[in-house]
């Protein structure tokens, strides 16, 4: 089992930042496509960004490239969501999301989520 726990999340203004943090535990990582998705009021989940975490290898989606940046803390299981330049858009629940293998942009592949945080940005 893989317990993952989001932080971070909160209401800021258009254009601002926020920084989700993901905590993670339970196994051993190294074998792990970690990411996180996200979900606005009535629509779909859907992919923002991933990490193959043994080699730190990422991918965003187009709807977020050069805005938000993934990355992840080995030592201290630790997952980051980097957001900059916030749009309205963008505000929805943000998962944290584990698979074994590589990384997945489909939520059916995902095996574990965690509870999700809200990000709601402010026009």
């Known amino acids: 089992q893989v317990q993952l726990i989001e932080s971070g999340g909160g209401l800021v203004q258009a254009g601002g930042s926020l920084r989700l943090s993901c905590a993670v535990s339970?196994?051993?990582?190294?074998?792990?496509?970690m990411g996180w998705f996200r979900q606005a009021p009535g629509k779909e989940r859907e992919f923002a960004a991933g990490i193959i975490w043994s080699v730190g290898r990422t991918t965003v989606a187009s709807s977020v490239k050069g805005r938000f940046t993934i990355s992840r803390d080995s030592a201290k299981n630790m997952m980051y969501l980097q957001m900059n330049s916030l749009k309205p858009d963008d505000t929805a629940v943000y998962y944290c999301a584990a698979r074994r293998g590589l990384v997945s942009t489909t939520t059916r592949e995902i095996e574990y989520w965690g509870q999700g945080t809200q990000v709601t940005v402010s026009s």
């Open positions: 339970g196994r051993t990582l190294t074998s792990y496509g």
